[in-house]
C-alpha cells in the first residue's frame, strides 16, 4: 500500500516536472527579438553616375542616378534589401501575420522612380502612380507573378493597383521603357520580415521569433551581398552593429 502511495506521488511529480519543462520550452518559443544593424562601405565612395537626358527636357538635365546611394557623412549604403527568404519563412508574430497597411505605393517624380527600393507583401496591393506631367509606362518580368506593361498617364495620382500574390526568390526590377534610366526594384515576400536600408545604411526588422534564422542582404547594383547569413535572434533587442561591404563590390560588373 505504502509504495502505491509513493509511485502515486512519483508520477504526480514527474508530470508535475514534465507539464514545467513543456510550458518554459513554449515560453521560449514565444521569445521574439529585433534585429538593428548598418550597411557601410568598406574603402572609397564611388562618385554619382550622371545620367544624360535629351529625351524628355522637363525631367532635367543633368539627372543623378539612383542606383548606388552613399551617404557621404556616415558612408551608409542605402536600398540593400535584408529578408528572410520564403523558402526559409519562420513563425511569424501573431501581430504582423496580416500587413497593417494594405497599399504600397510606387511614385514617379522628375523621371524617377520613388522609392528605388521597396518590400510588398502578398496580402498588399501595389499602386503605381506618377507626379510628373508627361507620360511613363511600367513594365515587370517576374518570375512567379503576372508581369505588367502599362502607361502611367500624367499627374496619375489616384493609382493602377497590382496585385503581387506569390513571394519572389529576388526582388524584382521595375522598368520605364519611355525613360530607360528609370528602375525601381520590389521585393514581393510573403511573411514580415524583410526590409530595405535607408539613406543612413540603418535597417531594423521587429519581432523575429528567437533562434537561428537565415538572411539574405541583396543591391540591385551587386546582387546578393550575402546568400546566406546565419544569425542567432534573442528575445529583445539584437544589434549586430555595422556590416561592411568592399567598395570594389559597386564598381566590379553585376
Not at 60 to 89: E, Q
Not at 219 to 234: A, F, M, P, R
Not at 235 to 251: E, H, L, M, P, R
Amino acid at each position: 500500500m505504502k509504495a502505491t502511495r509513493l509511485f502515486g506521488r512519483f508520477a504526480i511529480a514527474t508530470g508535475l516536472f514534465g507539464l514545467a519543462i513543456a510550458f518554459s520550452t513554449a515560453a521560449q518559443a514565444e521569445d521574439y527579438g529585433d534585429l538593428i544593424g548598418q550597411f557601410v562601405i568598406d574603402g572609397d565612395i564611388p562618385p554619382v553616375e550622371m545620367l544624360a537626358n535629351k529625351k524628355e527636357p522637363t525631367c532635367g538635365d543633368p539627372i543623378a542616378s539612383d542606383k548606388l546611394r552613399i551617404n557621404k557623412d556616415n558612408k551608409g549604403i542605402a536600398d540593400i534589401f535584408v529578408y528572410i527568404p520564403a523558402t526559409k519563412k519562420p513563425k511569424v508574430h501573431p501581430d504582423l501575420k496580416a500587413s497593417k497597411d494594405k497599399e504600397v505605393v510606387l511614385d514617379q517624380k522628375n523621371c524617377m522612380f520613388m522609392p528605388h527600393a521597396l518590400v510588398a507583401r502578398t496580402d498588399q496591393t501595389l499602386l503605381i502612380k506618377s507626379m510628373d506631367g508627361f507620360n511613363h509606362n511600367t513594365r515587370t518580368a517576374p518570375i512567379k507573378n503576372q508581369p505588367i506593361n502599362f502607361t502611367i498617364t500624367p499627374n496619375e495620382q489616384k493609382g493602377i493597383p497590382v496585385k503581387l500574390t506569390v513571394a519572389e526568390t529576388l526582388p524584382t526590377e521595375v522598368k520605364c521603357d519611355i525613360h530607360p534610366w528609370m528602375t525601381a526594384y520590389c521585393l514581393i515576400i510573403d511573411h514580415p520580415y524583410a526590409v530595405v536600408s535607408d539613406k543612413d545604411g540603418k535597417f531594423k526588422i521587429e519581432k523575429l521569433p528567437a533562434g537561428e534564422l537565415e538572411f539574405r542582404y541583396w543591391h540591385s547594383k551587386v546582387g546578393y551581398v550575402e546568400k546566406s547569413v546565419k544569425l542567432t535572434i534573442k528575445k529583445g533587442s539584437n544589434d549586430i552593429g555595422q556590416i561592411k561591404v568592399a567598395a570594389k563590390k559597386f564598381t566590379e560588373s553585376k
